[in-house]
């Protein structure tokens, strides 16, 4: 049983470690309204010169082009990215949550089954230096899986200590500013976190 669990460690992390609205431009025919029911046809003046240049704006830069996924944990400020995790030749996509170093939350949509799980979005939350593996959409630990009537079942969290998370060079990154959520960092209340040991004795 533990060379199993050992095997579905390895395929929750080999991901990460190692790892205007448009507005109607067009000119309108209808005359200037100054007031209510007060209309004022457009003089000469009121027309465009000919030979006067359009004015358009300066496009707005983009504060998260081209930083790589620790200068961007360095920014520390919320912030949400679309990644495409790349490891090798295995891709996947995922949602990143970030505030700072010490917040991070990561949301991987694969599927993940096998005789012990079936999990379709693997999450990830880093707090402090201490990090937990769950899934979010499926099971972990499945109660009608290899491990059925077996407490380890109602270990919905597996707590680690770890000081941040790597993700490889390859992955790509397409961020935004993001309005702060205290609850993308907290387990939910009621969810059985088991540390790796508690895990292991449970197994046996």
């Known amino acids: 049983m533990k060379t199993i669990y ?36 457009q003089t000469d003046e009121m027309q465009p010169s000919e030979n006067e240049e359009p004015i358009v704006p300066e496009p707005v830069a983009n504060e998260f082009a081209g930083k790589s996924y620790g200068e961007l944990l360095e920014m520390e400020k919320p912030i949400y990215c679309d990644v ?11 949602d990143f949550y970030i505030n700072g170093p010490n917040e991070i939350r990561v949301d991987i949509h694969e599927d993940l089954k096998s005789e012990i799980a079936d999990c379709h979005t693997m999450t990830y939350i880093l707090v402090d230096s201490a990090s937990y593996i769950g899934c979010t959409d499926g099971c972990m630990y499945c109660e009608d899986g290899y491990y059925a009537g077996n407490e380890v079942t109602e270990c919905l969290w597996d707590r680690r200590e770890i000081s941040s998370f790597d993700v490889s060079p390859e992955s790509e990154f397409t961020c935004s500013n993001w309005e702060y959520d205290q609850s993308k960092f907290t387990i939910p209340s009621g969810e059985r976190v088991c540390t790796q040991e508690e895990i292991q004795e449970l197994i046996h």
Do not use: R, Y
């Not at 990460?16 to 431009?25: A, H, I, K, M």
């Not at 495409?84 to 995922?94: E, G, M, P, R, W």
């Open 84 to 94: 495409v995790l790349k490891q090798n030749s295995h891709i996947a996509d995922a």
């Open 6 to 41: 050992i095997v579905l460690v390895v395929l929750c992390t080999s991901i990460l470690f190692g790892c205007t609205q448009s507005t109607d431009t067009s000119e309108s025919n209808n005359p200037v309204v100054n007031g209510p029911g007060e209309e004022v046809e």
